[in-house]
């Protein structure tokens, strides 16, 4: 059995374990021709699931939501217009992460909704400040200020 990971296979788990999409991760990871086919493969492989596994510990659930706003935010569209267009044949290895709701009304014809990329950024963007701590300099100015004006009205009581 093969122990050591080549650069391909370890950027395969990096983005498997952030975008949980064997394909995407495939595909990211440079494997350009055949992203599903070899996504299958590689995730059927026990010392990639084994890596995957150790990579899921070290991300908390943080992380973990950061990557799914990712995926939503800059994931691709182009399994749902497969999809539109009528080739249903493998709908297990469709990308569909981002749609939100698939209907196929009495007339024909399918209405594919997608979650707001742009809903996912601000998600995103508020993850990252919390992350990174910003999320609290706000309040703590607001009270720092607050803390200054009640000295200084107090100073102006005392004069």
């Known amino acids: 059995m093969k122990n050591k990971l080549s650069k391909k296979e370890e950027a395969f788990c990096r983005y498997y374990a952030q975008l949980r999409s064997p394909r995407q991760a495939a595909y990211l990871a440079g494997y350009k021709a055949l992203p599903a086919l070899n996504g299958a493969k590689l995730i059927s492989r026990q010392e990639i699931r084994q890596q995957i596994e150790k990579l899921d510990r070290e991300n908390d659930s943080i992380s973990q939501a950061k990557a799914g706003f990712r995926h939503l935010a800059f994931g691709p569209v182009a399994d749902a217009i497969k999809l539109i267009d009528g ?45 990174s701590g910003e999320s609290s300099l706000p309040f703590y100015k607001a009270l720092e200020s607050s803390a200054k004006l009640i000295n200084e009205r107090q100073d102006d009581l005392e004069s």
């Open 87 to 131: 080739e249903r044949g493998e709908l297990e290895s469709l990308d569909l992460f981002m749609v939100s709701d698939i209907k196929i009304p009495k007339g024909g014809g399918m209405e594919i909704k997608f979650f707001d990329r742009l809903k996912a950024l601000e998600a995103l963007a508020a993850l990252e400040a919390v992350g």
